[in-house]
Nanobody, 123 residues
Framework: QVQLVESGGGLVQPGGSLRLSCAAS????????MGWYRQAPGKQRELVAA???????NYADSVKGRFTISRDNAKNTVYLQANSLKPEDTAVYYC?????????????????WGQGTQVTVSS
């Protein structure tokens, strides 16, 4: 009943920028926290940035000052502006959201993941 769809990944040179988007759709009642995670080959998935429903943010130390997370509650969308990209930022980036949705008879709350979008930083 709920889907998260990411877009905006791709190949970029070191020092370049990308803007990732993640749109939630379905019978959504409320979206609480939203976030971006990434997983590089051979590594565990890690939190990149998170934003609360009210707009409070937190970032991994490795991206502070370079990445900015934001959300548009009217569009059920979260963004990640990634600047000054480095080769070590190369990974699959996943969107995550905590959502209450209508099942048709009641409301339920669950945690959702997008399908992932590849970001490659290379010259």
């Amino acid at each position: 009943q709920v889907q998260l769809v990411e877009s905006g990944g791709g190949l970029v040179q070191p020092g370049g920028s990308l803007r990732l988007s993640c749109a939630a759709s379905g019978s959504i009642f409320t979206i609480y926290g939203m976030g971006w995670y990434r997983q590089a080959p051979g590594k565990q998935r890690e939190l990149v940035a998170a934003i609360s429903k009210g707009g409070s943010t937190n970032y991994a130390d490795s991206v502070k000052g370079r990445f900015t997370i934001s959300r548009d509650n009217a569009k059920n969308t979260v963004y990640l502006q990634a600047n000054s990209l480095k080769p070590e930022d190369t990974a699959v980036y996943y969107c995550n959201a905590d959502i209450t949705y209508y099942t048709g008879s009641t409301y339920s709350r669950d945690n959702y993941w997008g399908q992932g979008t590849q970001v490659t930083v290379s010259s």
